[in-house]
């Protein structure tokens, strides 16, 4: 038997209209038939973590307990998700996506009852495993699709600012809807909430077929190479980058939830919280507008360095208008870092392996946020209220200390020379 191997045509561009626009982006052919339900679909992964925080807070009183289990849900995102990524590679988005939607609903919802029982922390950490390793990785294959579509094309740069506008939108109104729902409406609300846009979402997704990257399989004697992204020195390098602006996402959403109870007003924590990640987007906006001169590599130095001075004054802010401003800074700088890291993974990996490179930096993002949950947790019960975010400021400078020293490792390397090892730069084949 033989398998054939699926192929999209890349879209063209001509010289004419080469200068990168979001209005030239979203006419691309195809596109809008994986954005829009790719956003709904990927809206709950930015309740999840909070709606976790607020409701295990709520049954025990304690944000070190709480923190511990949106830690555990995050680990075990961030370990799953590259497998997951590279199935999706391997077999189709579709194939991963549908039984991962039906697992996370199902183990979100036990993690929501058990919590609601009062049961042991063990049982809570035993749930929010598969409720972490399932959470599906919309965002990573949305970034693979826009792959296939612009192969080549200068509006990679700006399709990687529009994921990063799109991730940011999600981070306005997830956070803003899961305070609201647990807040005003139950303690549960928000998780339970999560699970259904979750389903939803996911499978009206993953029944977009047409868009959907190339998939190789093996088949005789003809065999496709399927090494893993993470042997590229650079995605490496960009794991611990993104550990850093992990610490960010996780260290606020703990300290900001601190710090807005301790002056009586937990509802204004999805409004901070929604402040910072609406300068994450508008920067975004920003970045994927400009028609950028400066190498890639360079972007991510300065941009990174700025996020690192930024997140170091959050600890300093005693005050909610002092606070709010903070985070709209922190937030401007995290998006021209996250696009540009994104935009390096064009030049580091083969179109085979971009959904499992995508997967470990949005992994790596999902291990620091659970790290810093966890670290800003224990901060805020044993220390001072707003000792949390010290946890931004440690990991921001330890990943850009890493950045700088193995910033060599960013250069694309030459594709058309044989490889020995490492993700194979072989050229696709159609398999008969």
């Known amino acids: 038997m033989g398998s054939t191997v699926t192929t999209t045509e ?3 561009t001509s010289p004419a209209s080469s200068r990168p626009g979001y209005g030239q982006l979203l006419r691309t052919r195809g596109a809008w038939t994986f954005l829009l339900p790719g956003f709904a679909a990927r809206q709950p992964f930015a309740m999840l973590t ?13 944000y070190g307990a709480a ?7 995050g680990v075990s995102m961030a370990l799953f998700a590259p497998y997951s990524g590279r199935l999706a590679d391997r077999y189709g988005q579709r194939a991963v ?6 697992v996370h609903t199902v183990s979100g919802l036990s993690l929501t009852a058990l919590a609601l029982a009062h049961a042991p922390l063990w049982a809570l950490f035993a749930a929010a495993v598969p409720t972490g390793a399932s959470v599906p990785q919309v965002g990573p294959m949305v970034r693979a699709r826009w792959g296939v579509r612009l192969q080549g094309s200068p509006l990679m740069t700006t399709a990687a600012a529009f994921e990063s506008v799109t991730d940011e939108l999600t981070f306005v109104f997830g956070p803003l809807l899961a305070t609201a729902l647990c ?21 009206l997704f993953a029944a977009q077929k047409g868009t959907q990257p190339p998939v190789s399989r093996e088949s005789g004697h003809a065999r496709v190479r399927h090494a893993s992204a993470l042997r590229v020195p650079g995605v490496r390098v960009l794991v611990v980058t993104f550990l850093g602006i992990g610490s960010v996402f996780g260290g606020m959403q703990v300290s900001l939830a601190a710090f807005t109870e301790s002056i009586g007003e937990p509802g204004l924590n999805g ?7 609406a300068g994450n987007m508008l920067s975004g906006v920003v970045c994927g507008a400009i028609a950028w001169k400066a190498a890639p590599r360079k ?4 941009g990174y360095t700025a996020l690192a001075v930024a997140a170091s004054a959050l600890w300093t802010a005693h005050s909610v208008v002092l606070l709010a401003a903070l985070g709209l800074l922190v937030g401007m700088c995290i998006a021209p870092s996250l696009i540009t890291g994104y935009t390096l993974v064009d030049g580091l990996v083969p179109a085979g392996a971009r959904t499992e490179a995508f997967t470990w930096l949005t992994g790596a993002v999902a291990l620091g946020q659970a790290a810093a949950v966890t670290a800003a947790g224990q901060l805020e019960d044993r220390l001072w209220d707003g000792a949390g975010f010290l946890v931004p ?11 700088v020293a193995l910033r060599s490792r960013l250069a694309a390397p030459d594709r058309n020379r044989a490889v020995a090892r490492g993700v194979g730069h072989r050229a696709p084949v159609t398999v008969d």
Do not use: C, N, W
């Open 67 to 73: 923190g511990a289990v949106a830690a555990v849900t």
């Open 183 to 203: 807040t005003a409406v139950a303690p549960a609300a928000g998780l339970v909430t999560e699970g259904a846009l979750t389903l939803v979402g996911g499978l």
């Open 97 to 102: 996506l549908v039984p991962g939607v039906l």
């Open 393 to 403: 400021m440690g990991g921001t400078v330890l990943a850009l200390i890493t950045l």
């Open 299 to 302: 972007r991510l130095l300065i």
């Open 271 to 277: 409004v901070l919280y929604g402040v910072f990640a």
């Open 10 to 12: 890349p879209e063209k």
């Open 50 to 62: 909070l709606s976790i925080v607020l409701l295990v807070q709520h049954t025990t009183g304690s």
